[in-house]
C-alpha cells in the first residue's frame, strides 16, 4: 500500500490531508473528534486577541440544486480566550502526538506582538505555525489578514520577525485578493518563510433577498463583504498555487487550500505543487468522515499508478504549466459527435452557432433518413465549448488532428520573425 505519509517543511503527518484553519478547528474537542476520524493534521482556528462575532455569518450559493457551490462568511478569528485554546492545543498535541498541529497567529504589525505570541503557542507544543496574512474582512480594517497580506513589505517584515522568535517551521498564508499571488509568496520566502498556504477566502457577497433588499448574509439589515470559499474557488485557487510552485523565487513548500473536497481535487492540488492540502468548506458541508474517503481513495490512485509514495506525486503536474506564450500554435483538436450516443438535444448546435463557430450541421442518414448533428471539422476551431455543453457523457470528442506544421509557439514565432528582420537589416 502507498506511503501517504508527508514532511511539510519538517512539519510531519501520516497523510496530506489536514483541516484548514475555521470553524471545524475552533475547539480541542473538535480536533480531537477529527483526529480520530483520521485527518492527519489541523490548523487551529486563528489565535490572537479575542474578538465578538457577528450573529447570521454565513452564507452560500447553491447552483443549480447543488448545495454550498460556493461559501461565504464574515466570521473572524477566534472569539475564545487565548490561554483556553492554549490548554486545549496542549491537551490534543498530548493525545495525538503523531499529527500535526499547527496554530494559526494573527496580531497587529508590530514585532513584539508577534514575538509573544510565538512564544506562548510553541510553549504548549504545536509543530509549526501558519500566520494569517489572509482573511479578508473584520481584521483587515484593523491593519491585519488581509491588509498585511496585501502588501508585499509588511508579509515579509512580519515573517522575518515571527522567525527571530520561532522554533517551529512558520507557513505563511496567503490572500488571494490581489493581483500577482506570486509577490506576497516571493515576500514571504524572502521573509524566510519555511513554506507558504493559500488560498484564504476570496472577497464575495453572496447575493441580495428580492424582497427586503437585505444582503446575505445581513446583521441587523446591514451587510458587509465576505470571505469566498468551497468548490467554486477551486479553480483560482489551483491557479494561484500552480503560479508559486513554478516560479523559481518562491521555491518553498506549499500547503494548498480552496475548494477541495474530495481525494481527487487533493491529487490535482498535489501535481500542482503542493505537498499537502487543508480543508474547510467541504468539512463544515458534510463533517469530519469524509476524510476515509479522501485516504482511502488517494491510495487506491496510487496503488493504481504503482506511485509508492505521496510524495512522489507532488509536483509532476507543474512542468506542463507554462506561459500562454509557449504554447503550440500549430497543434490542433476537432469536435466529433458520437452519432450512437447523442440525444438530438441541440444544445451543442445552438452553442456552437450562436456563440462559436458555427460548424455544427444536421445531415440526413441516406439510408434510414433519419436526421442527425455532424461537425464540419475544417471550419472547427477546437474550442471545446460543444462538448462543455453536451449532457451526455462521450456523445461528443476532441480528436487531436495531424499537426498543421512543427510546433511552433507564439514566442518562437515571434523570435523567429525577429531573426527574419535582423537578417533583412
Ligand atoms: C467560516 C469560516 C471561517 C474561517 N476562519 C478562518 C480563520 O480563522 N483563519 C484562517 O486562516 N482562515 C479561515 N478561513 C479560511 C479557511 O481556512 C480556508 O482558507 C478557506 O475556507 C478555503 O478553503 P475551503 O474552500 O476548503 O473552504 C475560514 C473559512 C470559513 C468558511
Not at 511552433?408 to 531573426?419: C, G, V
Amino acid at each position: 500500500m502507498a506511503d501517504l505519509r508527508i514532511n511539510l517543511a519538517g512539519i510531519k503527518s501520516p497523510n496530506p490531508f489536514w483541516l484548514a484553519s475555521a470553524p471545524p478547528t475552533n475547539t480541542g474537542y473538535q480536533v480531537q473528534r477529527a483526529f480520530e476520524s483520521g485527518w492527519g493534521g489541523a490548523v487551529w482556528k486563528t489565535l490572537g486577541d479575542p474578538i465578538i462575532n457577528t450573529s447570521s455569518r454565513f452564507a452560500a450559493v447553491h447552483f443549480n440544486g447543488h448545495r454550498v457551490a460556493g461559501f461565504n462568511n464574515i466570521e473572524l478569528i477566534t472569539d475564545r480566550p487565548l490561554d483556553v485554546n492554549l490548554k486545549e492545543i496542549y491537551e490534543t498535541k498530548k493525545l495525538f502526538p503523531d499529527r500535526a498541529l499547527v496554530a494559526s497567529l494573527m496580531v497587529e504589525p508590530k514585532r513584539e506582538k508577534w514575538h509573544e505570541i510565538v512564544k506562548k503557542v510553541e510553549a504548549v507544543g504545536v509543530d509549526g505555525l501558519e500566520l494569517n496574512f489572509g482573511c479578508p474582512h473584520g481584521m483587515a480594517e484593523r491593519g491585519m489578514g488581509s491588509a498585511s497580506g496585501q502588501q508585499p513589505d509588511l508579509v515579509e517584515r512580519q515573517t522575518y520577525w515571527v522567525k527571530e522568535a520561532a522554533r517551529t517551521p512558520v507557513i505563511v498564508k496567503l490572500t488571494p485578493n490581489i493581483t500577482d499571488i506570486t509577490a506576497t509568496a516571493i515576500a514571504a520566502a524572502r521573509g524566510c518563510a519555511d513554506a507558504i498556504s493559500l488560498i484564504n477566502t476570496i472577497n464575495s457577497l453572496a447575493g441580495v433577498d428580492l424582497d427586503s433588499w437585505n444582503t446575505i448574509p445581513h446583521v441587523a439589515g446591514k451587510g458587509s463583504h465576505g470571505g469566498y470559499c468551497g468548490p467554486a474557488v477551486k479553480p483560482i485557487a489551483l491557479n494561484m498555487v500552480a503560479e508559486c510552485a513554478r516560479n523559481a523565487k518562491v521555491s518553498i513548500p506549499i500547503s494548498g487550500i480552496g475548494g477541495i473536497s474530495d481525494w481527487k481535487d487533493a491529487v490535482e492540488f498535489l501535481l500542482m505543487g503542493a505537498t499537502g492540502v487543508q480543508v474547510c468548506t467541504a468539512v463544515m458541508h458534510h463533517g469530519f468522515r469524509i476524510v476515509e474517503e479522501m485516504i482511502d481513495g488517494l491510495t487506491n490512485y496510487l496503488d493504481s499508478k504503482g506511485i509508492e509514495r505521496v510524495s512522489d506525486l507532488v509536483g509532476r503536474a507543474v512542468p506542463r504549466y507554462t506561459d500562454w506564450g509557449n504554447l503550440d500554435l500549430n497543434y490542433a483538436v476537432t469536435a466529433r459527435i458520437n452519432t450512437e450516443t447523442c440525444i438530438n438535444c441541440n444544445k451543442c448546435y445552438i452553442a456552437c452557432e450562436d456563440t462559436a463557430h458555427q460548424c455544427i450541421e444536421r445531415a440526413q442518414d441516406e439510408e434510414s433518413g433519419a436526421s442527425y448533428l455532424k461537425v464540419r471539422e475544417e471550419d472547427c476551431v477546437g474550442c471545446n465549448l460543444c462538448a462543455i455543453v453536451c449532457p451526455v457523457e462521450g456523445a461528443i470528442d476532441m480528436v487531436e488532428q495531424p499537426a498543421a506544421g512543427v510546433p511552433m509557439s507564439w514566442n518562437e514565432r515571434q523570435a523567429a520573425i525577429a531573426k527574419l528582420s535582423m537578417k533583412g537589416a
